[in-house]
């Protein structure tokens, strides 16, 4: 069975650090990519999302993600973070023809000290 | 307003007692969904149903049932809950299930924290 990982359980960053969050799949086959964010007591919105073509895709709130075929990884970046970019990030796999199940990863707390 | 509305948003309950979380959307979509959300776990899904009528068990079904009588509801019913079933609650709607060209964005609905004791 496919599963995804999320190896930072938690992060701790100040204002203005660069964040990266790694996420990371075991599907051999094709698949589309999401990262979802859930702020504080809030439900899960859609941060970005891969289908094909350019694998670096941008999202919302300054948010990019690159996807590595080869590495089997779909890496979540933000140059600058903001104290409001504080939630829990989940990376999420939908393979090929498989309607619309999602595969989520454990998920990331990122706490972003003012 | 477009949404994924449950209820209740809390509950706290005492084991074997049935109880039912109700999901509703309003943007005539055919797909609704279940997630069970655990610390360290991410979302799994509990059930899910492409339509009127049509429901399939997703990763972590046992323990609970679903129905699917109308478009617009997809209730999740837990016939005898255990402590082993705390956890946040999520529905999830999109306009069709679909495969790689055409995935459908889900919509995620607030939330429902249940505690088994």
């Known amino acids: 069975a496919q599963s995804v990982s999320q190896h930072n359980h938690h992060v701790i960053l100040s204002e203005a650090a660069s964040l990266e969050l790694g996420c990371n799949y075991s599907?051999?086959?094709?698949?589309?990519l999401f990262w979802y964010v859930q702020y504080p007591g809030q439900h899960l919105q859609l941060l970005l999302k891969y289908f094909s073509g350019d694998p670096l895709v941008k999202g919302i709130k300054g948010f990019e993600a690159e996807f590595i075929k080869s590495k089997f990884s779909f890496n979540l970046r933000k140059p600058s973070v903001q104290w409001s970019d504080t939630a829990e990030y989940f990376c999420?796999?939908?393979?090929?023809?498989?309607?619309?199940?999602?595969?989520f990863g454990g998920g990331t707390r990122l706490m972003v000290k003012p | 307003e477009a949404q994924v509305t449950q209820n209740p948003r809390y509950l706290i309950t005492v084991t074997g007692k049935k109880l039912t979380v109700t999901c509703s959307q309003n943007m005539n979509h055919e797909y609704m969904s279940w997630y069970r959300q655990d610390p360290g776990l991410g979302l799994r899904q509990i059930y899910y149903s492409m339509n009127v009528e049509v429901t399939d068990k997703g990763d972590v079904p046992e323990g609970y049932k679903v129905s699917r009588k109308e478009k617009r509801n997809f209730p999740l019913i837990l016939e005898s809950p255990s402590p082993n079933q705390t956890s946040l609650y999520f529905c999830a709607s999109s306009l069709k299930a679909g495969g790689r060209f055409s995935y459908n964005e889900q919509f995620f609905g607030p939330g429902t924290r249940l505690t088994v004791l």
């Open positions: 599907y051999g086959g094709t698949v589309n």
């Open positions: 999420a796999v939908n393979p090929y023809n498989a309607g619309n199940m999602l595969t």
